[in-house]
């Protein structure tokens, strides 16, 4: 089985009450991986958001990721998963490509990085806000209903 993630988090003022978003697409049956899902060629398996209280952005998208992946383990262990944020900074900390110097982010470096080598194969890479319109959606949808 090939599954997508596409995960977002997000705060309103940095730190200030943040969400985070994640959409999780079976592509097994040919559908593409490139910016935006064709409807129809996926089939989205779950989507959640949910509300974090107040924290950072870059917390905010780490919970996400590490959420979406928790889905994925928890459901489909044995899934191929391609993960697609649009958080530049956290995608090349997952990859390897980026440091993580702050001390409140680098336990959460630490956990998916964990979370993901339980899994066969996966991939991370950056799309932009607007190949990941859902995702932040649900981020938006989990703050407005908390104010």
């Not at 988090?9 to 049956?29: H, K, Q, T």
């Not at 336990?107 to 080598?117: D, M």
Request: glycine share 10%; charged share 20%; with cysteine.
């Amino acid at each position: 089985m090939r599954l997508l993630l596409q995960t977002d988090g997000g705060s309103r003022g940095n730190p200030g009450p943040a969400a985070y978003g994640y959409v999780i697409y079976d592509l097994s049956a040919g559908a593409s991986t490139k910016e935006k899902i064709t409807p129809g060629a996926a089939i989205v398996l779950e989507k959640c958001g949910n509300y974090l209280g107040v924290t950072t952005n870059n917390q905010a998208e780490y919970a996400g990721l590490i959420a979406g992946v928790k889905w994925v383990l928890e459901h489909e262990p044995q899934a191929e998963l391609e993960i697609k944020m649009d958080s530049l900074l956290i995608v090349n900390q997952v990859k390897g490509l980026y440091k993580v110097k702050s001390p409140d982010l680098f336990p959460r470096f630490q956990e998916v990085r964990g979370l993901l080598a339980k899994l066969p194969k996966w991939n991370i890479s950056h799309t932009y806000r607007s190949g990941n319109s859902i995702a932040d959606g649900l981020v938006n949808e989990a703050l407005d209903s908390r104010t």
